[in-house]
């Protein structure tokens, strides 16, 4: 067999033992590898020869690695300058492996450019300024500037991401416009508060770099903090100086970081910004809580929300709608808005009545949407129902009203009460049995005869 080092094929050698390429060991296998080149700096640096980079006296850096990626630091002497080619020759025959010089650079950080010249030379390897990259991060430049972490999370970024999101969600609607519905605050709001709880990455960057204030309240021993402390002068009365990093002061005893890793971070960010629940906040917990597809849940978010396209939000939206279409389809005599659409039209609260009649729920008061639903799910207190299994009914009732009025609007498709209460019924008995073991093999008959049977 024969590799092919920068294009051209080496010495044919014979297949002992090894790992394919791809094979999810091989990366194990390099760490391995390149354990010994951090042993053989470190016998060095305990036997004199290799003069490793001490900060304040305190801390000695010597390697850093990061897969094949590996900065050596030391001092600017000939002694360590012998030292480095020593290692790096003795890892050389030790493991095999061959180091390519053409790749390797020499950074001189106050030492004068001859030395560097003749140091290089000496190593065979060439001259790097002094603010380069390192695991895509500058080095040499000044870290109290934003511009100098503005790789590790620029705003930019985080803005072309939301952007993608944002269109991602709104994108694959019916209506021509993208009109972005909910603006991305609410979007981004947890469940419990009315939001869709996608996560908002700013914030979720802030939780990752929280990660590792929780990492130094754990006593961490390894070098970053080693370091960090050796250049920040550690601990002052139990308060970090973190200033210097932009990253704000924060007591180490304080109780709340001990307890969370990223998530629980996040959460606390997301936590500060929103109130108690409010009742509003209920009905979305039920919503979301409930045994349906989540296309149904978003639409229900958006119903509460308000954001669902009726004809009253899109004129208020500034589309034009003449007279006559502004009306609800059903009773042609009101405006179609959300309240009226769902609940308090006449033609739909025979829609109800039939559903509240096959439930066995006799009478309700409210009429707006989300008292409704709240009085509605009432009724599962009553009757013992699972949590989440009463929203069922619910939301196939306002889905379907939805879906037939979307088929009038845009395809002209007629409709009928009696239809829309049979495709209800027919919904609740696929979403309550849907997926569900127990309830598998309820046919829609058994269902239809006595629905509440199947929800306790
Ligand atoms: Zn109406």
């Known amino acids: ?78 002694k360590h300058v012998k030292a480095l080619k020593i290692v790096l020759r003795s890892f050389e025959l030790v493991s095999g492996l061959g180091i390519n010089f053409h790749k390797s650079k020499l950074i001189g950080i106050n030492v004068s450019p001859l030395f560097l010249d003749a140091a290089a030379y000496y190593l065979s390897c060439k001259i790097e300024s002094s603010n380069f990259l390192f695991l895509g991060i500058p080095i040499g430049s000044n870290p109290r500037k934003e511009a100098t972490w503005s790789p590790l999370m620029p705003t930019k970024v985080a803005k072309v991401v939301t952007t993608i999101q944002s269109n991602f969600l709104w994108g694959g609607e019916e209506e021509k416009k993208k009109i972005h519905w909910v603006g991305w605050k609410g979007v981004t709001r947890p469940q419990e508060k009315g939001g869709l709880g996608i996560k908002n990455i700013g914030d979720f960057n802030l939780a990752l770099l929280n990660k590792w204030r929780w990492r130094i309240a754990q006593g961490n021993k390894s070098m970053w903090l080693e370091v960090s402390v050796a250049v920040m002068g550690g601990w002052l009365e139990g308060v970090w100086k973190w ?10 005893d304080a109780d ?18 929103f109130g108690p629940p409010a009742k509003g906040d ?5 919503i979301w809580k409930a045994d349906i597809p989540f296309k149904i849940k978003a639409f229900g978010w958006r119903l ?19 007279h006559a279409n502004s009306m609800c389809i059903f009773c042609n005599s009101h405006v179609e808005e959300a309240d009226h659409l769902f609940s308090k039209c006449f033609v739909i609260k025979l829609v109800w009545k ?44 306002t889905w379907i009203i939805w879906l037939t009025r979307n088929a009038f609007c845009f395809r002209n498709e007629v409709w009928n009460i009696n239809n829309m209460v049979w495709s209800i019924k027919f919904l609740a008995w696929r979403w309550s049995t849907f997926g569900n073991i127990t309830y598998s093999n309820c046919s829609f008959y058994d269902f239809y005869k006595d629905p509440w049977s199947y929800l306790k």
């Open 1 to 78: 067999m024969s590799v092919m080092v920068n294009g051209s094929p080496t010495k044919e050698f014979g297949v002992k033992k090894g790992l394919r390429q791809g094979n999810p060991l091989s990366p194990f296998l390099f760490v391995l590898v390149a354990e010994a080149l951090a042993r053989l700096v470190r016998k060095s640096s305990e036997i004199g020869e290799f003069e490793n980079f001490e900060i304040n006296r305190r801390c000695g850096v010597d390697i850093l690695q990061f897969a094949d990626d590996t900065l050596l630091v030391g001092k600017g002497s000939w």
């Open 243 to 252: 200033g210097d990093l932009g990253i704000s002061v924060v007591g180490r």
């Open 256 to 273: 709340f970081f001990f307890s969370f890793g990223v998530e629980g971070s996040f959460r606390e960010f997301r936590r500060i910004p």
């Open 282 to 286: 209920v009905a979305f917990n039920l």
């Open 304 to 322: 509460f929300l308000n954001r669902l396209p009726t004809k009253d939000v899109l004129m208020y939206r500034g589309i034009n709608l003449n």
């Open 354 to 397: 039939e559903i509240a009649m096959w439930v066995g729920f006799l009478g309700w008061s409210e009429e707006e949407c989300i008292p409704f639903f709240l009085e509605w799910h009432s009724l599962s207190r009553v009757n013992k129902v699972k949590s989440g299994k009463l929203g069922v009914f619910w939301l196939a009732t």
